[in-house]
């Protein structure tokens, strides 16, 4: 139950293309759900998060959406570009609780 | 400027030998962490503190100490006992729910 299950674990994409990284959860008192973003060599760094209250969240070219009755939730970057070559880690944790829950990561690479 | 620093960047660990990473932040966050990551893997907890002077074993704390006796600092001490400590070890530290991540401390065992 507090599993984060995170797919594809990775991920080619084109230059221009709009990738896709899907999160499933079991826990249904789950209501903070956060993407981080790792460069190699760095610490993961918080790119957006979203609440359970909301179905879609964008901050600039990242989208993230929502499927509250699915337990789902997935990360779009719409433009995708070779800077955007990362790995990419999906979270869930209660609010009352300072744990964050990880999903195993996806490592994407962007083809100029 | 806020944040979290870790220290060394590279550590070098001869077979037998206990070494500490350093870990401070300056963020004024109750709770702190260490994760563990292996090449290509996620991120498996180890010790986490919500409080100073207690903490709490995460899922991998076999082989590792930590101490909490000021805010600040959270050092993570791996022992001899740790039969596998090559990694990259990331501290993070958290208010409520964003964790911040300090840069890393990769270890190596000569």
């Known amino acids: 139950q507090q599993q984060v299950k995170q797919s594809p674990q990775s991920l080619i994409v084109q230059k221009g293309g709009i990738p896709i990284i899907n999160c499933a959860y079991e826990?249904?008192?789950?209501?903070?759900f956060p993407w981080y973003q790792q460069f190699p060599g760095k610490g993961p760094a918080l790119l957006i998060a979203?609440?359970?209250d909301v179905s879609e969240k964008k901050e600039g070219r990242f989208t993230i959406s929502f499927n509250k009755s699915a337990k789902q939730f997935s990360l779009h970057i719409m433009d995708s570009q070779p800077g955007d070559s990362a790995t990419y880690f999906c979270?869930?944790?209660?609010?009352?609780?300072?744990?964050?829950?990880w999903g195993a990561g996806t490592k994407l690479i962007i083809k100029p | 400027d806020g944040g979290i620093t870790q220290s060394p960047k590279y550590l070098f660990r001869k077979e037998g030998q206990n070494v500490t990473l350093s870990c401070e932040q300056n963020?004024?966050?109750?709770?702190m962490y260490w994760y563990r990551q292996d090449p290509g893997q996620g991120l498996r907890l180890i010790y986490y503190?919500?409080?100073?002077?207690?903490?709490q074993k995460g899922d991998i704390a076999e082989g590792y100490s930590v101490s909490r006796e000021k805010k600040e600092s959270f050092p993570l001490t791996v022992t001899s006992a740790q039969k596998n400590p090559t990694a990259f070890y990331l501290c993070?530290?958290?208010?409520?729910?964003?964790?911040?991540f300090g840069p890393g401390t990769r270890l190596t065992v000569l």
């Open positions: 993070a530290s958290s208010s409520r729910t964003e964790q911040f």
């Open positions: 503190s919500q409080i100073v002077n207690d903490f």
């Open positions: 979203i609440r359970p």
């Open positions: 963020l004024n966050h109750d709770a």
């Open positions: 979270a869930a944790s209660l609010d009352s609780n300072y744990q964050l829950i």
């Open positions: 826990n249904t008192a789950f209501d903070y």
